[in-house]
T-cell receptor
Framework: AQSVSQHNHHVILSEAASLELGCNYSYGGTVNLFWYVQYPGQHLQLLLKYFSGDPLVKGIKGFEAEFIKSKFSFNLRKPSVQWSDTAEYFCAVYMDSNYQLIWGAGTKLIIKP | DTGVSQNPRHKITKRGQNVTFRCDPISEHNRLYWYRQTLGQGPEFLTYFQNEAQLEKSRLLSDRFSAERPKGSFSTLEIQRTEQGDSAMYLC???????????FGEGSRLTVL
């Protein structure tokens, strides 16, 4: 079955630490890849996306993600986190077999000031 | 504000009652999605419209759930004979032509007592 796995459900970091959130998917066909973020009390919003081309994509607020096709991965990174990055992060994969996004369970990120 | 609008934001109801949620998508978006989200989980797909046509419906969705999108504009999601297990956040999202790039509303939180 098609699925998306996020390895860490909770991550706690101090400000200025580096961040990497893992995301793996199981599907051998063409995919579009997304990271969405939900800040406390706010709606889900797009952080970054990959459709094709350069596998290293940059999003808002200094986030980037790398698509590694051989590993079926799309990990999210940020070199130096800020307190305002406290949020829940969701990886989502659009597979060309249906109209749906398949979502990971999310990672709650807490940044200690 | 030209984003996705959902009403009501919070609904408390007794078990067995019917509830209806409304979603007004971004006006130029022809695709509309309903998701359900519970604590600690990613959004769970419920149904999808392209214009007024309901193209996909989750097999997990019982017959108590129905959605409409008359005239391809706003959409309603009705839950009949609510059960405590229906308590969740109901999310609406719209998109244009980029598969998987969704714009979410604030959500409608349902509490069934």
């Amino acid at each position: 079955a098609q699925s998306v796995s996020q390895h860490n459900h909770h991550v706690i970091l101090s400000e200025a630490a580096s961040l990497e959130l893992g995301c793996n998917y199981s599907y051998g066909g063409t995919v579009n890849l997304f990271w969405y973020v939900q800040y406390p009390g706010q709606h889900l919003q797009l952080l970054l996306k990959y459709f094709s081309g350069d596998p290293l994509v940059k999003g808002i607020k200094g986030f980037e993600a790398e698509f590694i096709k051989s590993k079926f991965s799309f990990n999210l990174r940020k070199p130096s986190v800020q307190w305002s990055d406290t949020a829940e992060y969701f990886c989502a994969v659009y597979m060309d077999s249906n109209y749906q996004l398949i979502w990971g369970a999310g990672t709650k990120l807490i940044i200690k000031p | 504000d030209t984003g996705v609008s959902q009403n009501p934001r919070h609904k408390i109801t007794k078990r067995g009652q019917n509830v209806t949620f409304r979603c007004d998508p971004i006006s130029e978006h022809n695709r509309l999605y309903w998701y359900r989200q519970t604590l600690g989980q990613g959004p769970e797909f419920l149904t999808y419209f392209q214009n007024e046509a309901q193209l996909e419906k989750s097999r997990l969705l019982s017959d108590r759930f129905s959605a409409e999108r008359p005239k391809g504009s706003f959409s309603t999601l009705e839950i009949q004979r609510t059960e405590q297990g229906d308590s969740a956040m109901y999310l609406c999202a719209s998109s244009s032509t980029s598969p998987g790039e969704l714009f979410f509303g604030e959500g409608s939180r349902l509490t069934v007592l």
